[in-house]
Each structure stands twice: as structure tokens, then as C-alpha cells.
């Protein structure tokens, strides 16, 4: 999924809201309203530069990860590849889709 460009659907930033300068987007955009995995490091880079826009992006192909991949996110190990997929995601590259992913059909 790309995040680039102009979101689908982008709210007017209601006055005496957060705002922040949103990576995935380039432009500045209302903020979350929380800070995400509070007490990791990258729970604060998103908080800071992180657009609720994009954040529901990522929500939405994390879950696409999520089911892809069979993480059970009791484990550790699916935790931290979570998070490294969320990292790239925002920061780097851009998360990579699972080998073999078909997007699901449109519907109508």
C-alpha cells in the first residue's frame, strides 16, 4: 500500500490541534492524539512526526502483516518484527509486502 500523495480523505485541522510536519506525507497534518507504545523510542519518533492519516494507513496494513505473516503477537519474536516492519514503514523504505501477497479484489 503506497502512503504517498494526498490521503484519501484529510480532515481541516481543527483549531488548537496537534499538528506535525508528517513524514509520510510531507506536508504538515493533525497529529495522534497519544503516544503510541509508550516507552519505546520509536512510539515517540511516530508521536512527533506521524500524521493521524498515515497512522491509519499503517493500522490498516499491519493488518494485512498480520494476517499474512500469522504473527501472534504473544510472542516476542512477531513483536519485534512488527516493529521493525512499522520503522521501515515510516522511516525507511517503506514496509515490503509478504512474498507472494495477492491484494484482495475490489468489491462491486
Known sequence: MSCGGVPPF???IPPGAR???CVKFQREMRGLDEVPFE???LGQKIYENVSKEAWKLWVEHM???MNEYR???GTREA???LIK???E???GEGAALPPDYVPPRAKG
Open 19 to 21: 499538528k506535525v510536519f
Open 79 to 81: 513483536q519485534e518484527f
Open 63 to 65: 493488518k494485512m502483516i
Open 85 to 87: 516492519q512499522m520503522e
Open 71 to 73: 504473527l501472534n503477537l
Open 89 to 91: 514503514y515510516f522511516f
Open 10 to 12: 484529510e480532515e481541516p
Open 39 to 41: 516507552g519505546h523510542p
